[in-house]
Nanobody, 124 residues
Framework: QLQLVESGGGLVQPGGSLRLSCAAS????????IGWFRQVPGKESEGVSC????????NYTDSAKGRFTIFRDNAKNMVYLQMNSLNSEDTAVYYC?????????????????WGQGTQVTVSS
């Protein structure tokens, strides 16, 4: 059983930056694609970014391209999401999730393991 714990959320001003962390434990982390998703109350969950087990292949939703960077450290069982140039539309609860399958677009994978989420609020 894989456990995921997010951290790094908080309140940031528009234009600011945050780095979210996802810590994994329980089973071999290296085999999993890890995705970051976000959800706003009343809206569907949105896939933000994902990274395959090797750390080489990544994908981003259009609104995150050029502003967010996903990377992982398999030796530490960690995945990070560096978020720059944040705006109010990035306000959401952010979740990391793990997928043991393969999807051409890793944002559309089968994510079976989820963390508890971390709140990101972008406001002046």
């Amino acid at each position: 059983q894989l456990q995921l714990v997010e951290s790094g959320g908080g309140l940031v001003q528009p234009g600011g930056s945050l780095r979210l962390s996802c810590a994994a434990s329980g089973v071999t982390f290296n085999y999993y694609t890890i995705g970051w998703f976000r959800q706003v109350p009343g809206k569907e969950s949105e896939g933000v970014s994902c990274i395959r087990s090797s750390g080489v292949s990544t994908n981003y939703t259009d609104s995150a391209k050029g502003r967010f960077t996903i990377f992982r450290d398999n030796a530490k069982n960690m995945v990070y999401l560096q978020m720059n140039s944040l705006n109010s539309e990035d306000t959401a609860v952010y979740y990391c999730a793990a997928d043991a399958t393969y999807a051409n677009n890793c944002l559309e994978g089968e994510y079976d393991y989820w963390g508890q989420g971390t709140q990101v609020t972008v406001s002046s």
